[in-house]
């Protein structure tokens, strides 16, 4: 097995060792198969808009949870240094912990296969939509996970972390709002609109959700996760210093 | 085997080393002592590369541990100071995962796992959850994973903290049998430990090194002249001014001693035959002789004089 297989599979394991993963994939599945139903069952639609629509935000509280421990909880015990003595890379021992993260995501994502499937029975969805909305939720996804194992190499208490992890995506998504790049383009012109073009994922994922496949939308969460990753890594190696 | 030069590290104003050497043989075990914050972990955390120092230069097996930490950190096994364990896993669920991730695997790995549970008597808990276990269990699991791998060197710092006096023999037999392979550090405040185990002693106090050496040989150098108890049955200060008078003791001093004995502890240099004149004294004053013994000073009294702030000027030190 590779180093960072090592990782990942006691890592994955991990989540599920406690019962708070459990928890958190039902809270995942009821409040989102919540919020989709109701409007689901009021206005008809056979389409997933809604339950995508919801996951930017709902994310943000869900993806930092997930994260708060990957580093935070090996420093407060001593297994940080078992982990830094490892003859691997630390770049391996931190990718081993981010995709265990992701793997626990996608077990939750699964969950809500049921809804596409019985969209499929009942009506006829945009398949292309239903695709491009869970490329969109795993990029996402993908693209806060990395901004939650960066935050939580940074402090050592899970709370911190979690709370620190929260605000950076939700900074991350507020740049992306056209009513609040407009207010910071009022205070320094267009630096509002650099953000959001910069950073603001919003209308990446948005263009995701249509099913509209671009490089460009690929490229930034893709780019944008891979900033967060080598961050985590150079902080892994200055951390020595 | 081991190779510290000169070697600084700083925390933010906090000097945790200041100019450490010191070198080690293959096969040999050093015990590695100074009081609380004298900068043993950091010595060790810098061996084992989880840090970098920021001056001097530290190599394993000939390796810099700066240019390729990977190389060095597979020859090491290490036990840091907080027990380094996954609370979730199970005892061997763990020793599998590090055995793992220190490359082994199949039936290396089954054997290997076989071993450190019979060495580290881990045999009663090994399918049990960690977060149950007790303290001694902790540390002897956390030994285990150091040993998984069959490293060529040791780093334990404080394998003994905890343990009650059984556990203890414990990890010093467990010490004792691998030192004929291995080239082991470890740290420790308990002195009584260390010379069952091994000669070698580094004295660290303040990030610096203030001995480094042969226990006999730093008693002695530390002190600077032998230690003898002698006691009469004698009025102390008629005692006490013959002994002034004897001539060849540089310090007389008394102390307690049983009813009607007038005890002192005198220093002498060593090498000098100072216990026949002693004799004498009390034969021809015509005073029982009840106590005559030469007490070495021990390494605990070599910690004290060598690790009180100021107490024993640098010279003194056997580096
Ligand atoms: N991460 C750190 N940040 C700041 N200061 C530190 C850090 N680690 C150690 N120090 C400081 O460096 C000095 C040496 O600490 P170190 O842990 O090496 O001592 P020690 O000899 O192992 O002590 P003990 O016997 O208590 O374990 C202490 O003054 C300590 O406060
Ligand atoms: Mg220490």
Redesign the pocket.
């Known amino acids: 097995m590779s180093n960072a297989g090592v990782i990942f599979r006691r890592e994955f394991a991990a989540y599920f060792n406690s019962p708070i993963a459990y928890i958190f994939i039902i809270v995942f599945l009821v409040l989102n198969c919540g919020l989709f139903m109701t409007p689901f069952f009021l206005a008809q639609l056979a389409d997933m808009r809604d339950f995508f629509g919801n996951l930017p935000l709902f994310l943000i509280f869900f993806i930092p949870a997930v994260t708060m421990r990957l580093w935070a909880e090996d420093k407060r015990s001593g297994t940080f240094e078992l982990l830094m003595t490892l003859p691997m890379k630390s770049s391996e021992v931190m990718l081993g912990k981010y995709f265990a993260a992701m793997a626990f995501y996608v077990v939750a994502l699964l969950g809500t296969l049921p809804i596409p499937i019985m969209l499929a029975m009942l009506g006829k969805p945009d398949l292309g939509a239903v695709f491009g909305g869970y490329l969109g939720a795993l990029l996402l996804g993908g693209l806060y996970m990395a901004v939650g194992i960066f935050t939580s190499g940074l402090l050592r208490d899970q709370i911190s972390a979690f709370i620190l992890g929260m605000l950076a995506c939700f900074a991350l998504f507020l740049v992306g709002v056209p009513a609040v790049s407009a207010t910071i383009d009022g205070w320094v012109g267009g630096f509002g609109s650099f953000l959001q073009n910069a950073f603001g994922l919003m209308p990446h994922y948005q263009a995701l959700q249509r099913g509209v496949l671009e490089l460009g939308d690929l490229a930034y969460f893709l780019g944008l996760t891979a900033v967060f990753l080598v961050l985590n890594a150079v902080w892994l190696e200055g951390r020595k210093y | 085997m081991i190779e510290v030069r000169d070697v600084t590290k700083r ?2 104003t ?1 000097v ?1 080393l200041d100019g450490v050497s010191f070198r080690l043989d293959k096969g040999e075990i050093l015990g590695f002592l ?10 060790m955390k810098i061996v084992t590369t989880f840090l970098a120092p920021d001056g001097g230069t530290v190599s394993v097996d000939g390796i810099d541990v700066l240019r390729n930490p990977l190389e060095v950190r597979s020859r090491i096994g290490y036990l840091p ?1 907080n027990h380094p364990l996954y609370v979730d896993m199970m005892v061997h669920e763990y020793l599998q995962f590090v055995g793992r991730a220190r490359g082994l695997a199949g039936d290396e790995l089954r054997r290997r796992l076989e071993w450190v549970v019979e060495a580290c008597g881990l045999g009663s808990v090994f399918r049990k959850p960690i977060n149950e276990l007790s303290k001694g269990f902790r540390q002897r699991t956390g030994l285990a994973q150091a040993l998984i791998h069959d490293p060529e060197v040791l780093i334990l ?2 394998p003994t903290s905890g343990l009650d006096p059984l556990q203890i023999i414990g990890i010093r037999e467990l010490i004792q049998g691998l030192a004929r392979s291995k080239t082991i550090i470890f ?1 420790t ?1 308990i002195l009584q430990e260390v010379s069952p185990v091994t000669d070698r002693v580094v004295i ?1 106090n303040g ?1 610096r090194i203030v001995a480094d050496g042969r226990i006999g040989e730093l008693e002695r150098a530390a002190m600077g002249r032998n230690r003898i108890f002698v006691a009469y049955r004698a009025p102390a200060a008629a005692a006490e001014a013959a002994l002034r008078d004897l001539g060849g003791l540089h310090e007389v001093r008394p102390v307690a001693g049983r009813d009607g004995a007038a005890r002192f502890e005198v220093r002498a240099d060593f090498g000098q035959d100072v216990l026949a004149p002693l004799g004498r004294l009390g034969q021809s004053h015509g005073w029982d002789l009840l106590e005559l013994q030469e007490s070495p000073f021990s390494l605990e009294d070599t910690f004290i004089a060598l690790t009180r702030q100021g107490a024993v000027p640098r010279e003194v030190s056997h580096v």
Do not use: L, V, W
């Open positions: 925390f933010g906090t945790a100074g009081p609380n914050g004298a900068g043993k972990s950091t010595a100071e710092d404080e740290s405040h660290i990030g």
